[in-house]
């Protein structure tokens, strides 16, 4: 079975502090993403990777980057966080026309 | 822009009956489609996927794919309390070569199992 795991479940954070966000999975996948997922606007893509060191701006970039410098790590970093980005974050990986497999999320609260 | 749509429901089945959940999708060369089920605060989990035309079962699912009018399907027989959650239906591209760009969710239909 396909393994990803996020390193927290529960995170609260301040405004203006640098958030880091990790993702591991165990299969070896080429693809990587992150989502932030929000009631009634579905899970919005932020970041995706298809390669170490490789990165593609999803559909909601603005005020989030990305870091894959290993094949199974994909970090999500929030620069200077905002009470705007307290929402449910989940990182994915795929393989080649397979689905994605979710971690179990973070639920990170901005104050 | 791909788009994938799903009544957001919620839909309300009684414990026992046959619970039918739809899915369109707008891009004709779509080739691979998957169901996700998301409990309340919990990441989405890969229940079901289809490539072909036709009827896939899986237990109680069944999913139902007809790409000449663009949509696919979940059919999930004598439904179970345990079945209430959010199903999430995903579509992949045929232009991408099934790579990172190429999945779409739509946002979800939500399920309630009525004892």
């Known amino acids: 079975d396909v393994k990803v795991t996020q390193s927290s479940r529960y995170l609260v954070k301040r405004t203006g502090e640098k958030v880091f966000l990790e993702c591991v999975q165990d299969?070896?996948?080429?693809?990587m993403f992150w989502y932030r997922q929000d009631p009634g606007l579905g899970l919005r893509l932020i970041y995706f990777s298809y390669d170490v060191k490789m990165k593609e701006k999803g559909d909601i970039p603005e005020g989030y980057s990305v870091s894959r410098e290993k094949k199974e790590r994909f970090s999500l970093i929030l620069e200077s966080a905002s009470t705007n980005q307290t929402s449910m974050y989940l990182c994915?990986?795929?393989?080649?026309?397979?689905?994605?497999?979710f971690g179990d999320g973070t639920r990170l609260s901005i104050l | 822009q791909k788009e994938v749509e799903q009544n957001s429901g919620p839909l309300s089945v009684p414990e026992g009956a046959i619970a039918s959940l739809n899915c369109t999708y707008s891009?004709?060369?779509?080739?691979?489609f998957f169901w996700y089920r998301q409990y309340s605060g919990k990441s989405p989990e890969l229940i079901m996927s289809i490539y072909s035309n036709g009827d896939k079962e899986d237990g109680r699912f069944t999913a139902q794919l007809n790409k000449a009018s663009q949509y696919v399907s979940l059919l999930i027989r004598d439904s179970q309390p345990s079945d209430s959650a959010t199903y999430l239906c995903a579509v992949i591209d045929g232009y991408s070569g099934g790579g990172a760009d190429g999945l779409t969710f739509g946002k979800g239909t939500h399920l309630i199992i009525q004892p």
């Open positions: 891009d004709r060369v779509s080739q691979s």
């Open positions: 994915a990986s795929k393989g080649s026309n397979q689905p994605q497999h």
């Open positions: 299969m070896d996948h080429e693809n």
